[in-house]
């Protein structure tokens, strides 16, 4: 007899137990919620569920991506490690090649996809309220943690959900325990300013990080002063207070490892929700867990078209939690008003 296996089905037997007890005594509680409450991944959670609830979706990354347009209406939801960005609306034709996929809809569900950390795909039904139900597709990584999800808005179903129910299964995923991000010293690259100087469009960065070997915050610890100044923690509710204020239009990008959704248009009025900041009209909103921010930074790329700045908050592992830039089309100056209130902010001196 596979002792592995029976550990393995007794572990699923207490997962469901245990999911089963909560969503008794509080049925409308999110899976993500209960999945920290029982310290294992919203993967792992759902896995669980096999066969009850949940289907894996037996599909390639891009042809999965390839057919969420055919879904109809949604709410598309992608998470950051403390920021939540949710969007109704209708995906786009899939463009793009076989690693990156773009989902491109300025203005509406506009997404990138990185499908090389696409682990696992699931069919979900959730029973929100007595005598309904919800269905959506979730996309994970290795490590069990959600990359993007879609939740079906239309009343009756499109052909582009049935079409997922042909190709469902209950095949297992296997996961990995995500390890801590190790923390390190960094000095001075050669080049390293010279190469930030020279460049004409804000795609070459990622170029540049790799050539560097380094990771985003890191980069802009090295540039303090020249391109990037750090500012307060605070600094991005008051960014985005003003900007909703002015009615300023921005481009808010909430990137998981494995997708970046960017929501366009000018800000509803932050307001604190449940001890989060929130943001939201009918078609959108966006959460953000403020005691997670540890830095925030004011960053300048220069570009052909005069350069671009944007605000950046990390968590205190250097995890990118959200990006804000002016709303702007490629060819045109970034505005000037942008500019003006990030530069109102002064250059803040973390305490050791």
Known sequence: MNVSRISSTARRRAILDAFDAVRETSPTQPVERIARRLDISEGELQAARLGRDTWTLSLAPRELARRFEALGQVEARTRSTAATLIQRGRYPRLAGGDAAGLLLAPGGLDLRLLFSHWHWACLVRERPRCGSVDWRVQVFDQHGRTLHSCRALDTALSDGWTALFEVATEDEPAFT????????????????????????????????????????????????????????????????????????????????????????????????????????????????????????????????????????????????????????????????????????????????
């Not at 690259?189 to 380094?214: C, I, K, N, P, S």
């Not at 605070?234 to 494995?258: D, H, I, Y």
Request: charged share 30%; proline share 5%.
């Open 177 to 352: 325990q995500e390890m801590p991000r190790p923390t390190r010293a960094i000095s001075d690259v050669e080049g390293l300013a010279e190469e930030w100087q020279a460049m004409r469009d804000v795609h070459q960065f990622f170029t540049l990080l790799r050539r560097h070997g380094l990771e985003r915050h890191e980069a802009n610890a090295l540039m303090e002063g020249r391109f990037t100044e750090a500012l307060a923690p605070t600094a991005l509710e008051n960014v985005l207070r003003r900007a909703s204020e002015r009615r300023l239009p921005l481009m808010c990008f909430v990137a998981s490892p494995g997708c970046v959704q960017i929501r366009t248009g000018e800000l509803p009025l932050p307001r604190w929700c449940d001890g989060r900041l929130t943001l939201s009209d009918a078609d959108f909103a966006l959460s953000l867990n403020d005691d997670a921010i540890a830095r925030v930074w004011r960053v300048h790329k220069p570009n052909a078209d005069g350069g671009v700045t944007s605000l950046e908050a990390f968590d205190d592992q250097g995890r990118l939690i959200l990006q804000l830039y002016a709303e702007r089309r490629e060819g045109q100056a970034e505005r000037a008003d942008w500019r003006h209130l990030l530069e109102a902010f002064p250059r803040w001196e973390a305490v050791a």
